[in-house]
């Protein structure tokens, strides 16, 4: 079977699943419906910036958990929030394909001003959450939790946000543009369009010296290279006085993390 069918079965089982735990029928609640959810790719930074990021991941993916603690947050100072650098998340869900699938709709119904302060908090907490779902805990209340934080604190809204049709297709169509991007695990990040190879990207030095290549500039000085320039006085000469699943199938490797086939 192909690539692109399997993941295609796994996600259509995970929405069973999410189904499973909600509300009866199909819900378009406030809450989780058009009017508020995010139902399009939400982008960071301007528009016009001559350096897009396309980053594939999962909340569930330790492999992800690692690039996102250790380099989306440096890069958000130094280049998204500076103009240099547009980043989208696209969701590309990994075992437990319902837990994860059911964490990236809550992202997507507290709308787009809160998606990526749920993204932040569900990889905050994805130890704990994946470690309850070892144990056979109480996953839901968990993602119950995440979302009450974000202003989804009716339990019939959360159940809703689970069911809604619209924010299924909005996370299939993320996982489809991840297939066409030939998406294979997770991270995958794109430069302007083209994959990253290799895994020097994955820490932040090595995406730094990325991002500084493709945008035509030097590495930022450090403190002890500018402490090591002299200042000028005023008439120009140098002193020196002024010189950082389902919980079964849970791919629990260090590495790459593999989306579920």
């Given amino acids: 079977m192909k690539l692109v069918s399997r993941r295609s079965t796994l996600l259509a ?7 499973a735990c909600g509300a ?4 378009t609640a406030e809450t989780g419906g058009t009017s508020s959810a995010a139902l399009q790719e939400i982008a960071l930074g301007e528009d016009d910036a001559p350096v897009t990021i396309i980053e594939y991941a999962s909340w569930t993916c330790p492999a992800c958990l690692q690039f996102h603690t250790d380099v989306v947050g440096n890069m958000k100072e130094e280049y998204i929030d500076t103009g240099k650098v547009r980043y989208i998340f696209r969701e590309f869900p990994t075992a437990p394909a319902q837990i994860s699938v059911a964490g990236f709709a809550v ?11 749920v993204l932040n908090e569900l990889f905050s907490r994805q130890t704990a959450i994946l470690s309850l779902a070892r144990q056979g805990g109480q996953v839901k209340q968990a993602l119950q939790q995440v979302a009450a934080n974000h202003g989804i604190s009716d339990p019939e809204e959360f159940d809703a946000c689970l069911q809604n049709s619209d924010i ?10 991840g297939e066409r991007d030939d998406v294979t695990g997770t ?15 994955r820490q932040w030095p090595g995406m730094q010296e990325t991002l500084n290549e493709a945008l035509g500039e030097d590495a930022p000085q450090t ?3 500018e402490a090591e ?8 000469d140098t002193t020196d006085e002024s010189m950082n699943s389902d919980a079964e199938s849970m791919d629990e490797t260090e590495g790459e993390a593999a989306p579920q086939q």
């Fill in 107 to 117: 992202a997507r119904c507290a709308g787009e001003d809160k998606y990526y302060d």
């Fill in 168 to 177: 299924r297709r909005a996370i299939s169509a993320s996982v489809a543009a």
């Fill in 187 to 201: 991270p995958t990040v794109l430069l302007n369009g083209e994959k990253l190879e290799g895994y020097a990207w």
């Fill in 13 to 19: 089982f995970s929405f069973l699943m999410m189904a």
């Fill in 24 to 27: 009866s029928g199909d819900e």
């Fill in 223 to 225: 403190v002890s290279e």
């Fill in 229 to 236: 320039t002299p200042a000028m006085t005023d008439e120009g």
